[in-house]
């Protein structure tokens, strides 16, 4: 066997060996869902300018039918009905994948630095209280929209009381490098924040405890 076709056949190997996604996605494997709501889980992370790969593990993505849109410690399950609205269930895929970081990178000192700029009632879902009320939430839609500030976030804050809209992207993007000691973080992503206003869809709220962070959808019968 020549040098060349050797040298073809280890890196043949070692795609079949890659996990799912690397590069700007981070690392993460898919299980379930068609081709297509797969490549939306993809798009959605490559869209935004967090570098996810600073999550230090793999995260396991099932895309299973009735599940809701939920993330636990490694852990991120979608319904395929969000992934089937294509760029609308972006900012939401981001959002889940925004609770890996709060799960994996941060501690209680880190969140309680955080929560001082991003309100909330408290930390983590306790049973009570609105989705938009705990913290845990706000950090995770904040990530998506400082790092994806774009006219198709659908969870792009209208106003200082959204979910995201407690910072401006610039500044909490500033504050998770300094927390983090990544100062990369602080970057300007390529899509500035657009002049136009643009709505989301109505959002369902749902708490669940024990660091388990659930987001669903209601969609209209128009949409």
Not at 69 to 91: F, H, I, N
């Amino acid at each position: 066997m020549s040098g060349r076709i050797l040298l073809l056949t280890t890196l043949a190997i070692a795609a079949l060996k890659a996990p799912n996604a690397l590069a700007a996605g981070g690392n993460y494997a898919i299980s379930g869902g068609t081709p297509a709501e797969q490549a939306q889980v993809r798009a959605a992370l490559n869209a935004s300018s967090f570098n996810w790969s600073l999550l230090p593990q793999q995260i396991q993505v099932t895309i299973e039918p009735g599940v809701g849109d939920y993330a636990t410690p490694g852990q991120v399950y979608l319904d395929p009905a969000l992934l089937d609205m294509g760029q609308y269930s972006w900012g939401i895929v981001q959002h889940e994948f925004g609770h890996q970081v709060d799960f994996l990178l941060l501690n209680d000192s880190q969140r309680a630095q955080l929560a001082q700029s991003l309100g909330g009632s408290g930390w983590w879902p306790d049973g009570s209280g609105t989705h938009s009320s705990f913290t845990c939430e706000r950090f995770a839609s904040t990530i998506s929209w400082a790092y994806w500030p774009s006219p198709s976030n659908s969870l792009r804050p209208q106003s200082p009381s959204d979910e995201a809209g407690a910072m401006s992207p610039a500044a909490f993007r500033a504050l998770l490098a300094q927390v983090l000691d990544e100062p990369s973080l602080a970057a300007t992503p390529a899509v500035a924040p657009p002049n136009e206003k643009v709505y989301a869809p109505p959002v369902a709220t749902k708490a669940r405890p024990n660091a388990k962070s659930t987001f669903a959808v209601t969609r209209s019968a128009g949409f």
